[in-house]
């Protein structure tokens, strides 16, 4: 991919997937997400750019965008829990379900054509766009997670959409929190957490599924473009730790409403390529 540009384009490929790391890392940091929002939308127009064939280009943009997210999300993790913010309960409640969620998500990936996971990053992120623009931290449902079993079917459609979307499922695993009585910054730093249970299986899941298919570019296993990943990795690192000292002494609501228009831009550009 990186070797067909001209040296120009080349730097400009690099930069670009610096500065996706850079604010990828930082938002995994601040918002305890996995930077898949940032990430999925940015390696699915530079995988454009490049020539990547369409039938691949959601496929790839998906599995590297998670496989970065197993940098961002350890990292944050690290970081928060060093803090002793990460609410180690709520993990052990959920997290198994979220797991399987992950398997049933690699096993819908396989199974699903371009369309299809765009259709999906077009409802779930627009549910996120209106969650991160009117969505308020002190709405709540309980002050613990219900014991019917049915509840479990939460944290499995948590991980299943997650896979799919190649998100860490922070912004959905913070929502849940919260309503269920954990504070802002709890719910921030355990979210974190679950961002490896989805990672972790997902990026085996996305080699997986595409182990065996053509027209992928140099330098992919599966669904998971290593070059792409190794470029961005490095500022994801640097990034992370601003974001946790921000998650802890800075208000975040503007940079909520920004991201919440960035994700409105995404699902419009998503949506306009299905027409």
């Not at 998670?66 to 961002?72: H, L, R």
């Not at 396989?110 to 996120?128: D, H, M, P, Q, T």
């Not at 699902?267 to 306009?272: E, K, L, P, Q």
Request: aromatic fraction near 10%.
């Amino acid at each position: 991919m990186l070797f067909e540009l001209t040296g120009s384009d080349a730097a400009l490929l690099v930069a670009a997937l610096a500065g996706a790391g850079l604010v990828t890392g930082f938002l995994s940091g601040l918002l305890g997400v996995g930077g898949g929002g940032i990430l999925v939308p940015v390696l699915y127009e530079l995988f454009s750019a490049v020539g990547v064939e369409p039938e691949a280009r959601m496929h790839l943009a998906l599995g590297t965008s998670m496989a970065v997210i197993v940098a961002t999300s350890l990292t944050s993790f690290a970081g928060h829990n060093r803090r002793g913010a990460v609410d180690t309960d709520a993990l052990r409640r959920l997290g198994p379900w979220v797991v399987a969620g992950v398997v049933l998500g690699s096993l819908l990936v396989e199974r699903s054509n371009a369309v299809a996971l765009k259709l999906v990053w077009i409802v779930f992120g627009s549910l996120l766009c209106l969650k991160m623009a009117l969505g308020r931290d002190d709405w709540r449902l309980g002050a613990h997670f219900p014991r019917n079993p049915l509840f479990n079917v939460v944290p499995l459609a948590i991980g299943a959409v997650s896979t799919l979307m190649s998100i860490g499922g922070g912004a959905f695993m913070v929502s849940l929190l919260t309503v269920y009585g954990r504070p802002l910054i709890t719910a921030v730093a355990t979210s974190s957490g679950f961002g490896p249970l989805i990672a972790i299986p997902g990026v085996i899941g996305f080699i997986w599924a595409g182990w065996d298919v053509a027209f992928r570019p140099p330098y992919s296993l599966g669904y998971v473009n290593l070059l792409a990943a190794t470029l961005i990795i490095p500022t994801c690192f640097l990034a992370v730790p601003w974001g946790v000292r921000a998650a802890h002494g800075l208000p975040k609501r503007q940079l909520e409403l920004a991201f919440a228009a960035f994700l409105a831009v995404v699902v419009a550009r998503f949506a306009v390529s299905l027409v």
